[in-house]
């Protein structure tokens, strides 16, 4: 099992920055992927961005060049740091994990943190 918890939302102006981090523990050797996603009201979960199995990152067009995600692996730490915010990446932001278990690819989610950014 895979446990991860995010830190580091908030409220920020329009053209901002914040940074969110999350922890991972539990099986951390299983972890084949760890990513972002977000989720605004009356929409869906979108990836915002995320390493992938092979270690290359994944970004969503709408925060490629303001979003840069990063880790450290001697801390199980994945990171997100958001520049340039805009009003529209306002939306609960979710640490995401795969691991593989018994042969099947499992995901755990965070609690999630929010972001809002004021115009």
């Known amino acids: 099992q895979v446990q991860v918890v995010e830190s580091g939302g908030g409220l920020v102006q329009s053209g901002g920055s914040l940074r969110l981090s999350c922890v991972a523990s539990g099986s951390i050797s299983s972890i084949t992927s760890m990513g972002w996603y977000r989720q605004a009201p009356g929409k869906q979960r979108e990836l915002v961005a995320a390493f992938t199995a092979g270690g290359s990152t994944n970004y969503a067009d709408s925060v490629k060049g303001r979003f840069t995600i990063s880790r450290d692996n001697a801390k199980n730490t994945v990171s997100l740091q958001m520049d340039s915010l805009k009003p529209e990446d306002t939306a609960v932001y979710y640490c995401?994990?795969?691991?593989?278990?018994?042969?099947?690819?499992?995901?755990?989610w965070g609690q999630g943190t929010q972001v809002t950014v004021s115009s």
């Open positions: 995401n994990a795969r691991a593989l278990q018994a042969g099947m690819l499992v995901s755990s």
